[in-house]
């Protein structure tokens, strides 16, 4: 079993910043799947489908969803076992609940992004 846990969700005003975290915890197998496998971020806003933000493979090599918003980075720390989302310049539209989800089939239980004034 692998557990992949995200953090640093919250409320933050249009334009603010947020960076996410999402590592994977509890074995030596759940470490060995996160460092050996793609980590993708997605999100789901109320009443629509989960959709893809970001991934970024163990080389490590970004690719980004292309709904435009050019201030989202993602990131690995490979000594930390970790993947980071740093969202920069959010709006209102990009609220939702980020997933994280390691390899094909381990995901994250999610954290809330609220973006308003």
């Known amino acids: 079993q692998v557990q992949v846990v995200e953090s640093g969700g919250g409320l933050v005003q249009p334009g603010g910043s947020l960076r996410l975290s999402c590592a994977a915890s509890g074995s030596i197998f759940s470490i060995k799947v996160f460092r050996h496998n793609a980590v993708g971020w997605y999100r789901q806003a109320p009443g629509k489908q989960r959709e893809l933000v970001a991934t970024?493979?163990?080389?490590?090599?970004?690719n980004y969803a292309p709904f435009g918003n050019g201030g989202f980075t993602i990131s690995r720390d490979n000594a930390n076992d970790t993947v980071y989302l740093q969202m920069n310049s959010l709006k209102p539209e990009d609220t939702a609940v980020y997933y994280c989800?390691?390899?094909?089939?381990?995901w994250g239980q999610g954290t809330q992004v609220t973006v308003s004034s």
């Open positions: 989800r390691v390899g094909r089939e381990y």
């Open positions: 970024i493979t163990n080389e490590p090599s970004a």
